[in-house]
C-alpha cells in the first residue's frame, strides 16, 4: 500500500488523490470517508466509495472552508488521525491557489 504522502503530491489530480486517500483510509483504519465541497450549508459529494452505498456521515469534519469530509468513524480518534486530517486540508489549500 503507499503512503499519504505518495498521494498527495503536487502532480496528481485532485480527484484521484482523494480517492487514492480514501481507500487508504478505509485500508489501514476501516473508516469509511467520502470528500464533499462546501457550499454554504450544504456539503456536495465530490470523491470517495461510489459503490452505491452511501457514507453514513456520523463525523463531519470542515478541512476548509469550502472543503469537507465525512465518515463512518472518528478519524482524531485513530493513531496520528489530526495529523492526517491537516495533511489534507493542506494539500486541499495548496490545491486550490
Known amino acids: 500500500m503507499i503512503s499519504i504522502s505518495e498521494i498527495l503530491t503536487p502532480g496528481r489530480g485532485l480527484k ?32 470517495g466509495p461510489d459503490d452505491g452505498e452511501a457514507v453514513i456521515p456520523l463525523h463531519r469534519i470542515e478541512l476548509l472552508p469550502e472543503w469537507g469530509v465525512i465518515s463512518d468513524g472518528e478519524l482524531s480518534g485513530i493513531a496520528e488521525g489530526d495529523k492526517l486530517i491537516k495533511r489534507i486540508a493542506l494539500y486541499l489549500q495548496n490545491h486550490s491557489k
Open 16 to 47: 484521484e488523490a482523494l480517492e487514492l486517500t480514501g481507500e487508504l483510509i478505509e485500508h489501514e483504519y476501516g473508516i469509511r470517508v467520502q470528500f464533499c465541497r462546501i457550499f454554504g450549508k450544504r456539503w456536495a459529494y465530490f470523491s
